[in-house]
């Protein structure tokens, strides 16, 4: 639900939904930002930020509201998706490789519990001083409506999203293509799928 449109108040949307456009401001991106003010309810984080933003606007000429915002440096995209991927016969170290929706959604959780770093590039070292990104959402996808992103990228139900605030570096490097994606980086025990006798 995009607080920023009104959807919120319509009761569509998820609470995640963005509407494809990363400037908008999410119901599940307030909720994080009241529980990261000491718990805070929504509604109290949605005062204090209207009454912080009126403040600002009033005493504040408006070409330095706007040097002020800057690019928000924010990426949405997708972490993992569930189920073997028809485009991949088989990976790079000889396996096909995949999850299923209710481990994806395991793995998700357990990345917002343990509290996520995120590097660049699986290289060591580049999580370190807040790291190449801030995660500000991590969702599962539960619509059944695919999301057509475009480029041939669809969204399916069961996909886990990640949405961050990237590093000025990151950024940049994001900016000229050269950071195209999410990779999660983990450890995981390899099971052969034994197929039953028709």
Not at 90 to 98: Q, V
Request: proline fraction near 6%; glycine fraction near 14%; aromatic fraction near 6%.
């Amino acid at each position: 639900m995009c607080v920023s449109c009104g959807c919120v108040l319509a009761g569509t949307g998820t609470p995640g939904d963005d509407h494809g456009d990363g400037r908008n401001i999410t119901f599940d991106a307030l909720a994080a930002a009241a529980m990261a003010a000491g718990g805070l309810t929504v509604p109290q984080a949605a005062a204090n930020i209207i009454a912080t933003v009126t403040a600002a606007a009033d005493g504040m000429p408006a070409d330095l509201l706007k040097a002020a915002a800057g690019p928000q440096r924010y990426c949405l995209g997708i972490a993992y998706q569930p189920g073997p991927d028809p485009r991949i016969a088989k990976g790079l170290d000889g396996a096909r490789d995949f999850l299923s929706e209710a481990e994806l959604e395991k793995a998700a959780w357990s990345l917002i519990r343990n509290g996520p770093r995120v590097g660049m590039f699986h290289a060591d070292g580049t999580d370190a001083d807040g790291g190449a990104a801030q995660i500000v959402e991590s969702y599962i996808y539960r619509n059944d409506e695919p999301w057509d992103l475009g480029g041939g990228v669809v969204v399916t139900k069961g996909t886990w999203l990640v949405g961050a605030i990237l590093s000025p570096r990151a950024w940049e490097l994001q900016q000229a293509g050269k950071i195209t994606g999410w990779s999660p980086q983990g450890s995981a025990r390899r099971r052969r799928r034994v197929r039953q006798p028709s």
